[in-house]
């Protein structure tokens, strides 16, 4: 099917859903890698409709926006304005997308947005200077952690500010306990430059002695995938820690993500949001850093010294940081807890300042109200 023909379907059902959705309610454009059953992005964007409700958001694609503005239902006769929203999108897949925003004079802003690369399909290192001039129109720009901020300081962009990662306002508005038997979440990820056991992933061999020596030691072991493709690779990591008959976990969403890992003492994790999403429920982690996101996120919870390259050298460093992390999960997760919660305050306030740029009036106390209530969700 040509391109053109699966746009213009997609634009006559986004009508439709549009037209029917929000009544007179002019929703909030958002752009994110929602809809690929990432449980990751999906967090992203929950965290974030929660923060902003009862303000709707409606996704906002480059490819149908021009179509829909058409018949007034795009551009600023149909959104208050568009965010960036959560994960690594200041990366060359989604500029097209902001500039077509611009281009409808929608002002902008970035939610918690990581700058970089994207993960194992991206390069490691984007070229980012064609988001200097887009990135200068926004009102606000508000990234996941010190390392993005630094790459578009660097850029010159001026209104740059740290917000955290916006899946931490998601969990538990207190701290789980800790459960009785020693526990390690586990996920791996798969590398699209090699197999396991191979390149990089050479490391990988060590995430299955820890998993077996902690079985041993009278532990407990709970495999999470977080995306299809992430239970091949858990499967082989299982079978060579000669624990091919534990089950693997692929929850579907993050209430079923909390249920599982809640109280684990120390999640071992390759993808970002495996980590993010475990640290609101108190397991502290070990975090395999394939990319700069992942340093920018741990850095912003004071966890880096838990934090290792993605190399094939890797597993002496990884195992260190694992029996450190269990030696301090008592003391590390509470330190952590409060990191988590100064994001989510930081996030409500950001949460006001957007809707009242949106809306072009001071959000009152009921609106931070509704924010805050999501604490408690």
Same mark, same amino acid.
């Given at each position: 099917?040509?391109?053109?023909?699966?746009?213009?379907?997609?634009?006559?059902?986004?009508?439709?859903?549009?037209?029917?959705?929000?009544?007179?309610?002019?929703?909030?454009?958002?752009?994110?890698?929602?809809?690929?059953?990432?449980?990751?992005?999906?967090?992203?964007?929950?965290?974030?409709?929660? =923060?902003?409700?009862?303000?709707?958001?409606?996704?906002?694609?480059?490819?149908?926006?021009?179509?829909?503005?058409?018949?007034?239902?795009?551009?600023?006769?149909?959104?208050?304005?568009?965010?960036?929203?959560? &994960? +690594?999108?200041?990366?060359?897949?989604?500029?097209?997308?902001?500039?077509?925003?611009?281009?409808?004079? =929608?002002?902008?802003?970035?939610?918690?947005?990581?700058?970089?690369?994207?993960?194992?399909?991206?390069?490691?290192?984007?070229?980012?200077?064609?988001?200097?001039?887009?990135?200068?129109?926004?009102?606000?720009?508000?990234?996941?952690?010190?390392? %993005?901020?630094?790459?578009?300081?660097?850029?010159?962009?001026?209104?740059?500010?740290?917000?955290?990662?916006?899946?931490?306002?998601?969990?538990?508005?207190? @701290?789980?306990?800790?459960?009785?038997?020693? +526990? =390690?979440?586990?996920?791996?990820?798969?590398?699209?430059?090699? %197999?396991?056991?191979?390149?990089?992933?050479?490391?990988?061999?060590? =995430?299955?002695?820890?998993?077996?020596?902690?079985?041993?030691?009278?532990?407990?072991?709970?495999?999470?995938?977080?995306?299809? &493709?992430?239970?091949?690779?858990?499967?082989?990591?299982?079978?060579?820690?000669?624990?091919?008959?534990?089950?693997?976990?692929?929850?579907?969403?993050?209430?079923?993500?909390?249920?599982?890992?809640?109280? +684990?003492?120390?999640? @071992?994790?390759?993808?970002?949001?495996?980590?993010?999403?475990?640290?609101?429920?108190?397991?502290?982690?070990?975090?395999?850093?394939?990319?700069?996101?992942?340093?920018?996120? +741990?850095?912003?919870?004071?966890?880096?010294?838990?934090?290792?390259?993605?190399?094939?050298?890797? &597993?002496?460093?990884?195992?260190?940081?694992?029996?450190?992390?269990?030696?301090?999960?008592?003391?590390?997760?509470?330190?952590?807890?409060?990191?988590?919660?100064?994001?989510?305050?930081?996030?409500?306030?950001?949460?006001?300042?957007?809707?009242?740029?949106?809306? &072009?009036?001071?959000?009152?106390?009921?609106?931070?109200?509704?924010?805050?209530?999501?604490?408690?969700?």
């Amino acid at each position: 099917m040509p391109d053109y023909v699966k746009h213009l379907r997609l634009a006559a059902s986004s009508a439709v859903t549009r037209a029917l959705r929000h009544g007179n309610a002019k929703p909030i454009g958002y752009i994110g890698w929602t809809g690929h059953s990432n449980l990751g992005d999906e967090a992203l964007y929950e965290a974030i409709k929660k =923060l902003l409700r009862p303000t709707p958001l409606a996704e906002y694609s480059a490819a149908r926006e021009k179509l829909l503005a058409k018949v007034n239902l795009s551009g600023p006769k149909y959104f208050q304005g568009v965010l960036l929203g959560g &994960g +690594t999108l200041i990366s060359p897949g989604f500029l097209r997308p902001v500039e077509r925003a611009l281009q409808q004079k =929608l002002p902008m802003i970035s939610f918690g947005t990581g700058a970089g690369s994207s993960g194992f399909g991206d390069v490691i290192s984007p070229r980012l200077e064609p988001w200097q001039r887009p990135l200068q129109a926004f009102e606000m720009v508000g990234v996941r952690g010190p390392r %993005s901020f630094d790459v578009l300081s660097r850029m010159g962009v001026r209104t740059v500010e740290v917000i955290g990662d916006p899946a931490l306002t998601l969990g538990p508005g207190s @701290l789980p306990p800790l459960r009785e038997r020693p +526990t =390690l979440a586990l996920n791996v990820a798969k590398d699209s430059d090699s %197999s396991y056991g191979s390149g990089n992933s050479v490391c990988y061999r060590e =995430l299955a002695n820890i998993a077996r020596d902690h079985v041993r030691r009278g532990g407990d072991v709970i495999p999470v995938a977080f995306g299809n &493709g992430d239970v091949e690779i858990i499967q082989e990591c299982l079978t060579d820690a000669g624990l091919p008959h534990i089950p693997i976990h692929r929850p579907k969403t993050t209430a079923e993500f909390f249920d599982l890992v809640s109280g +684990t003492h120390v999640l @071992l994790g390759v993808r970002l949001h495996s980590v993010v999403l475990g640290s609101v429920v108190g397991a502290v982690p070990v975090m395999v850093a394939y990319r700069d996101k992942c340093w920018d996120f +741990t850095e912003s919870l004071g966890l880096q010294d838990l934090t290792v390259n993605f190399q094939e050298t890797a &597993g002496p460093v990884i195992r260190d940081a694992y029996e450190r992390a269990f030696d301090e999960a008592a003391q590390r997760r509470n330190v952590m807890f409060a990191q988590v919660q100064h994001w989510r305050q930081k996030q409500i306030e950001f949460a006001s300042r957007v809707l009242t740029v949106f809306t &072009g009036r001071e959000v009152g106390s009921e609106a931070q109200n509704s924010a805050s209530a999501v604490l408690g969700d």
